[in-house]
């Protein structure tokens, strides 16, 4: 049993986890530097507080976070480390900076894929598209919306934190940055966000058909569309996302 800590990039990846660092790359402090060229989609071994672990860099986006989520998935079966647990974390922009501040950590509860579905030239409705992404064994569909685990599902792995710690929050995983008054506002009145990120529902949909428990974690680096200066600090939010293992007990 392994679980998996992946992250969109290098740096995310650097300050999440301090004490890592890929074979043959720099540590200490020349790491930061070096944390934006190391190798996407390639699964590294982990030592955590409990035991073994393994983490990767999926790249940015949803077509990478999928892609990703499927290699290493394989990958770490063949080795004989199956994955039992998966906890992707990094920065989110957020609707509103007042609910929820720069630097605040997020655990995201639902996922939202608002690019699925039926475009009437306007909008797109998930609902009246004949085709959903999948239909588990159960019978309900999944679409544009997932339920992600609670952080009790992970326990066996050594995962445990006070709730209090983190904000819960919704999350939409967009292909497309939004970057206009108009785009930021229509995304949250339809969807009734917290967050925007980039790769969330790719990850949690990837634990989904595999049957493994996906814990999600964003720390808030700047307001979702068009911000002033105070309204964003993405060095800071990196710092902050070093909080993230010791509230989940995994270092």
Not at 81 to 86: A, D, F, H, L, S
Not at 217 to 240: H, I, M, Q, W
Request: charged share 20%; with cysteine.
């Amino acid at each position: 049993m392994a679980l998996l800590l992946c992250a969109a990039t290098g740096l995310e990846l650097a300050w999440l986890v301090p004490s890592f660092s890929p074979p043959g790359f720099p540590t200490g402090d020349e790491r930061y530097t070096a944390a934006e060229h190391w190798p996407e989609m390639v699964l590294w071994p982990l030592r955590l507080k409990h035991g073994s672990g393994l983490c990767c860099i999926t790249g940015v986006g949803p077509i990478n976070a999928a892609l990703a989520l499927g290699l290493v998935f394989a990958k770490a079966s063949a080795a004989g480390m199956p994955i039992t647990g998966v906890c992707v974390a990094g920065l989110a922009g957020a609707f509103d900076l007042q609910e929820f501040p720069l630097y605040s950590l997020c655990r995201v509860v639902e996922e939202i894929w608002p690019e699925f579905g039926l475009h009437d030239g306007q909008s797109v409705t998930a609902g009246a598209f004949g085709f959903p992404l999948w239909c588990p064994e159960r019978g309900e569909q999944v679409r544009d919306r997932l339920n992600l685990s609670s952080v009790e599902a992970l326990i066996t792995l050594g995962v445990h934190c006070d709730n209090a710690t983190f904000l819960p929050a919704r999350s939409l995983t967009v292909a497309g940055v939004s970057a206009s008054f108009a785009r930021t506002a229509d995304m949250r009145s339809r969807y009734r966000a917290d967050l925007e990120n980039m790769e969330g529902f790719a990850v949690a949909y990837a634990c989904a058909r595999q049957g493994v428990p996906c814990l999600e974690v964003r720390c808030v680096s700047n307001k979702v569309g068009p911000r002033t200066r105070e309204e964003k600090d993405f060095p800071g939010a990196l710092r902050a996302l070093m909080c993230t293992l010791p509230a989940l007990n995994l270092i």
